[in-house]
């Protein structure tokens, strides 16, 4: 069975700096995707980025990027010149690429300070 | 982008009473939706699985006839909260997918439910 794993429950950033949120995976697919979801106060759940496991190459969302590490089975998302709107709850998850059940990481608060 | 509605966003009701909340796809087909339950603070625990036209695939440890999910046509599915009670009360989200690109799933606003 697939797990994520976020292990970072809160974290702050100040406005205007870069924080970075962590992911690890497990899985023996080969093939997946790997999404970041926000949710923020109105608890709508809103997709940032997303990864297909067979690009090498990072995927960017204008100030998300990812660090994708398919031998380590690590997902970051780095959140360049930070807002205050980008305070919400962040999700890492997973699905395989044949598959429909998207497996959610634990979840990771971050506020961003003024 | 793709669009998923709920309704209602919230509902008050009477314990023993049974709810009905609404999920629809406003702007593509579904070929499956999804219905999670969060609590306050806590990741989406997926409770079932539904393809249109066919029953549900209700993960471990949920009450299918408490949770009755119905996915009548491709742009509509109802979970039903039978008896609810007040540990039933919760943030219920749906999601659709067309399983498209990147079986990206579009997830609807939520619904609060209370049972007093």
């Known amino acids: 069975a697939q797990t994520v794993t976020q292990s970072q429950p809160e974290m702050s950033v100040q406005e205007a700096e870069t924080v970075t949120l962590s992911c690890t995976y497990d899985?023996?697919?080969?093939?997946?995707?790997l999404f970041w979801y926000k949710q923020p106060p109105s608890r709508q759940m809103i997709l940032v980025i997303r990864?297909?496991?067979?690009?090498?190459q990072n995927a960017t969302e204008n100030r998300f990027s990812v660090n994708f590490q398919k031998a380590a089975k690590s997902f970051s998302l780095k959140i360049s010149d930070s807002q205050l709107g980008d305070t919400a709850m962040y999700f890492c998850?997973?699905?395989?690429?044949?598959?429909?059940?998207?497996?959610f990481g634990e979840g990771t608060q971050l506020t961003v300070n003024p | 982008g793709a669009v998923v509605s709920q309704h209602p966003s919230r509902v008050i009701c009477k314990s023993g009473t049974s709810v009905k909340i609404e999920c629809r796809s406003l702007?593509?087909?579904?070929?499956?939706m999804f219905w999670y339950r969060q609590f306050p603070k806590q990741s989406l625990m997926l409770m079932a699985t539904?393809?249109?036209?066919?029953?549900?695939?209700?993960e471990q440890g949920v009450e299918k006839d408490k949770f009755l999910i119905n996915h009548a046509s491709l742009t509509l599915s109802t979970l039903t909260v039978t008896s609810a009670h007040p540990e039933d009360s919760s943030f219920y989200i749906c999601?659709?997918?067309?399983?498209?690109?990147?079986?990206?799933?579009?997830f609807g606003p939520g619904t609060r439910l209370t049972v007093l």
């Open positions: 539904s393809n249109e036209g066919s029953k549900a695939t209700y």
């Open positions: 998850a997973f699905i395989e690429t044949s598959g429909s059940r998207l497996t």
């Open positions: 899985t023996s697919e080969n093939n997946y995707y």
């Open positions: 702007d593509f087909q579904a070929t499956t």
């Open positions: 990864q297909e496991a067979y690009k090498q």
């Open positions: 999601s659709a997918t067309d399983r498209g690109d990147g079986n990206e799933q579009f």
